[in-house]
């Protein structure tokens, strides 16, 4: 399948044809010049840098010859120790995975090591998708020991594939790092690129089908997948047999791997992934998604199956006393790229991209819009905002096995951006919680909204702040008001009092009372393993259900809000080099009753204070907009999106970005009535 460039995107790769040329460089096809290219977002010079890097590195390594059906390639292949999976990642990335417990330094060298990763992931990149998408390489550490470690091997593989091979590295997940891993593991991200080593991370085992969908994950992982790896050498044979046959180089502008994306079929509300059948060989297929499909004779064909169900973040560290241990449980936040529609697996934004985008306007003009429009105008803009339909399904969390974990029936969260909990003894429905990921400032996936816990989701609520790493909770709500029970007490009130919820322990060190909020310091333990982890609570208190603050005075708020930055920052310090996620660190953990309205506000004002500040322009409408998409509903009513625009004019002239605020008339009818 050849790919279609734009006609910019043809100029560039003759630009880079023509520069090889010139340095007397061997002959290189149009389809190599397009992978470089791709590789490098099309700057010339960026990929020219690539091809002489991967040249460089191909000639050190002895990567140029391959001997795949002899001895030593032939064994070291069939170990099944570096694989390419037969699916993808929610944002169409290719996924390989090196299973450390079957490499023995002893009895391999680098040269062959390193061969068998290259001749596969040559055949993996011959798909315009992969090149387009990208790779996430797993390095699964499970029951692998110091003897099976090779640090040497491991820097090259990391320098190859940081800036020596013509693929995009998404991400680098580090799956069940052992204590003795953390030393090497600091050293080894220091050979990356700052940007890059962002996207190189330790995560634990449940927590990896968080970051890639469980149906793209073979089972050893945790996953849904049986991968045939014999298959999937037979695949890289008839390839490598067909491109030495037609005397071209490693990519062939007309075959490619299968990159059929299978039927969805629901099955009680579950998601699962239908394997597509009666594809023909010797023939191009026709597939949904309009793409031509080239199968070699013989082979079935080896799909990729973007499975919508949502990969995410998630942070499990361990800390006692306050410190981190980089045990098994160490699981580091990362940030991954994706495309979004609605439903999609999420909205699929880098963090720069994050809370902005809209052009914004600054405090004088806000100030002058509101002034405009009144209250009955910014109310009627809120109901153009709430009158759209969800951005999303809801099938999980209208499961018969799950309904009775949601406060209110008509308060869902979607499918795409709910928090996904690890299973327990098997059972599908074990992994739900009324909870979503949604975006902040800058910042992927922020803020963990969740509705205020049930007795009998206690357990739960626990297990999501301990496996997604958060240190910081704010509830905005009371337990009971106006007479009714709003959110269950699932942690103990009192300083010394000690309360257990399904294998966790919480304990409640001291308790510092404001006027407008009460903080708790609480300590969770996971009874498992008696690892523990210090946890920050922070309740607003005076905060009525379905409106805002009393009086419409946004101070009290917007001083909360700077106190739950500061407890935030203060984690993230304490995180240290355990810590390899964004600067802000890890969710943090958000509710009111239902989860929607007092906590959407509470998100809108930090997004758009966040965005004030470091830029000197807000968009509350975007922001609303934006927070929806990942949970329904959010801003409740019109006087809480109000309330956000008179408290950032509060905080604009708080801070100096205005003189003063002068609202006379606000609240009065708007002079030009409609007739």
Not at 73 to 98: H, M, Q, Y
Not at 99 to 105: D, E, L
Not at 265 to 273: H, S, V
Request: aromatic letters at 8%.
């Amino acid at each position: 399948m050849a790919v279609a460039l734009s006609p910019d995107q043809e100029l560039a790769t003759k630009a880079f044809l023509d520069a090889l040329s010139e340095t007397g460089a061997a002959c290189v096809s149009r389809a190599t010049a397009i992978k470089f290219l791709l590789a490098r977002k099309f700057d010339v010079a960026r990929a020219h840098t690539l091809w002489r890097q991967h040249e460089a590195t191909r000639r050190r390594e002895g990567l140029i010859k391959f001997e795949p059906f002899e001895d030593p390639l032939k064994s070291e292949l069939e170990t099944g120790k570096f694989t390419i999976l037969p699916t993808r990642d929610a944002t169409g990335a290719a996924i390989a995975v090196f299973t450390a417990n079957k490499h023995f330094p002893a009895l391999t060298t680098h040269q062959t090591t390193l061969q068998g990763v290259v001749y596969q992931l040559d055949v993996a990149l011959q798909s315009v998708d992969t090149q387009r998408a990208g790779l996430v390489f797993i390095y699964d550490m499970t029951d692998s020991k110091y003897t099976n470690f090779d640090y040497e091997l491991s820097q090259k593989i990391l320098t190859m594939l940081k800036g020596g091979y013509p693929a995009k590295l998404k991400k680098v997940l580090i799956v069940t790092a052992p204590l003795w891993f953390k030393a090497p593991f600091r050293i080894l991200r220091l050979f990356v690129r700052e940007k890059l080593r962002e996207r190189v991370h330790t995560v634990s085992a449940p927590q990896l089908g968080v970051h890639v969908p469980r149906a793209s994950l073979p089972r050893q992982l945790g996953g849904h997948l049986e991968p045939d790896h014999s298959a999937w050498l037979e695949f890289c044979r008839n390839c490598y047999t067909n491109n030495l046959n037609t005397k071209l180089d490693v990519v062939i502008d007309d075959y490619v791997i299968s990159n059929h994306i299978p039927h969805v079929k629901t099955q009680n509300g579950l998601i699962d992934a239908e394997v597509p059948c009666d594809m023909t060989s010797d023939r191009v297929a026709r597939l949904d998604n309009g793409s031509d499909i080239m199968h070699i004779s013989g082979d079935p064909p080896y799909t990729c199956d973007p499975s919508p169900l949502r990969h995410t973040h998630g942070y499990n560290g361990d800390m006692k006393a306050g410190h981190i241990n980089s045990g098994d449980e160490d699981d580091i936040d990362l940030i991954t790229r994706g495309t979004w529609s609605s439903g999609e697996a999420s909205p699929g934004l880098s963090d720069e991209e994050c809370g902005g985008g809209g052009a914004g306007e600054a405090p004088g003009a806000l100030l002058a819009r509101v002034r405009a429009l009144g209250r009955r105008g910014l109310a009627a803009e809120y109901e153009d905002i709430r009158a759209r339909p969800p951005a999303g399904t809801f099938h999980h969390a209208k499961l018969p096995s799950n309904l009775a974990k949601n406060r209110y029936t008509d308060v869902l969260c979607f499918d795409h951006s709910r928090v996904l909990l690890s299973q327990l003894d098997d059972d599908p429905s074990s992994d739900y919680i009324n909870a979503n990921y949604v975006d902040g400032y800058k910042q992927r996936n922020a803020f963990i909204c969740t509705q205020g816990p049930l007795p009998k989701t206690f357990g739960d609520f626990w297990r999501m702040v301990w496996e997604q790493g958060s240190l910081v909770v704010v509830m905005t709500t009371r337990t009971v008001e106006r007479g009714r029970v709003k959110c269950g007490q699932y942690w103990p009130a009192a300083p010394g009092q000690r309360a257990v919820h399904a294998g966790f322990a919480v304990s409640t060190e001291a308790v510092d009372v404001d006027d407008d909020y009460t903080v708790s310091h609480l300590l969770l333990t996971d009874l498992r393993t008696e690892q523990r982890r210090r946890v920050w609570h922070g309740q607003y208190t005076r905060w009525p259900d379905y409106g805002v603050p009393g009086g419409g005075r946004a101070a009290p708020v917007l001083r909360f809000l700077a106190l739950v930055r500061r407890a935030q920052h203060r984690a993230r310090q304490e995180l240290g080099d355990a810590w390899a996620g964004h600067s802000r660190g890890p969710p943090i953990v958000v509710h009111c009753s239902a989860g929607i309205g007092r906590t959407g506000t509470f998100l809108t004002l930090d997004t758009c204070t966040s965005r004030l500040a470091a830029e000197g322009v807000v968009d509350v409408r975007g922001a609303v907009e934006r927070i929806r998409q990942q949970r329904a509903h959010s801003i409740q009513m019109p006087d809480q999106y109000v309330f956000c625009h008179l408290a950032l004019l509060e905080y604009a002239v708080m801070h100096g970005y205005l003189e003063s605020a002068d609202l006379s008339g606000f609240d009065e009818e708007n002079e030009e009535e409609s007739e």
